[in-house]
């Protein structure tokens, strides 16, 4: 079984994809790896890539707003992206590009163990949860499966698009926070 830094290494020198020809860092997840719950997104921003770090931009403030919101931070939890380069012009990862990636974060979730995975947004929901998952319609909905619990709350940016799905995803992390106790 590897570790975390010879996983890390692998992703920071990953060309299993055409995203790793434009990518300036790979961007491996961040935080605790002791944490119960797995934050998964679909795929680093343009300020993750400068960075290598998941969430720095405005995503990331709302991200940590939400935290603040269920009385934790990002050192309580870890989060990660199934595609762990910048999709050009922050277009959806393609299917090709998340099967390359996908590896790492089985692996991810391997050495993690979480008791939760919480999918940010409707691209990571519909590739773990399952296909044909509906965003709007099902966040905050919870799935056991193999041990672990599943949901899906909308992405910090589409709150930066629509400010009015910020109170539904803060009930919604305060089921998250209800379930892990």
Known sequence: MYTY???????DHCGRCPLARTRNRAVM???NL???????AEGA???EDRDGIPFTGQSGQVFDRLLREIGMTRE???ITNI???HPPGNRDPKPEEQEACIPYLKYETLLLRPKMIVCLG???AQRIIRPDFRITREHGSFLLRKG???TAVYHPSAILRDDTKYPETVVDFRAIKKRLM
Not at 34 to 40: A, D, G
Request: proline share 3%; aromatic share 12%; charged share 30%.
């Open 5 to 11: 830094d010879e996983l890390k290494n692998f992703v």
């Open 29 to 31: 997840g961040r935080g």
């Open 34 to 40: 002791r944490s119960p719950v797995l934050f998964i």
């Open 45 to 47: 921003g343009r300020n």
């Open 76 to 78: 309580d939890v870890y």
């Open 83 to 85: 595609v762990k380069c």
């Open 122 to 124: 409707r691209v990571a």
């Open 148 to 150: 672990v619990w599943l």
